[in-house]
Nanobody
């Protein structure tokens, strides 16, 4: 069973930065892709950013975070990261790490990000 553990969330002022981390319980080479999603109360979970594991590591971002967020991975550390700059109050949500392995999706428990205006 794959286990994903997020960390790095917190309360920050608008305009500041946060870096989220996701530690996987196995080599991330076993995944097809990894991603960050977010969800705030009353809304559906939405894709924030994704990255292909291997094969050049192409990335994809939600329009709302393009130019501000950067997704990256560290194979040696079996970790996924999300660097979030120029944070806005509308970025407030629980952020979830996601991994796709074959046809199964795995989720972390989430980490809260709160951006004050």
């Amino acid at each position: 069973q794959v286990r994903l553990v997020e960390s790095g969330g917190g309360l920050v002022q608008a305009g500041r930065s946060l870096r989220l981390s996701c530690a996987a319980s196995e080599s991330i080479f076993s995944f097809n892709s990894m991603a960050w999603y977010r969800q705030d109360p009353g809304n559906q979970r939405e894709l924030v950013a994704s990255i292909v594991i291997g094969s050049g590591g192409s990335t994809n971002y939600a329009d709302s975070v393009k130019g501000r967020f950067t997704i990256s991975r560290n194979y040696a550390a079996n970790s996924l990261f999300l660097q979030m700059n120029s944070l806005k109050p509308e970025d407030t949500a629980v952020y979830y790490c996601n991994a796709l392995k074959a046809t199964t999706m795995y989720w972390g428990q989430g980490t809260q990000v709160t951006v004050s205006s």
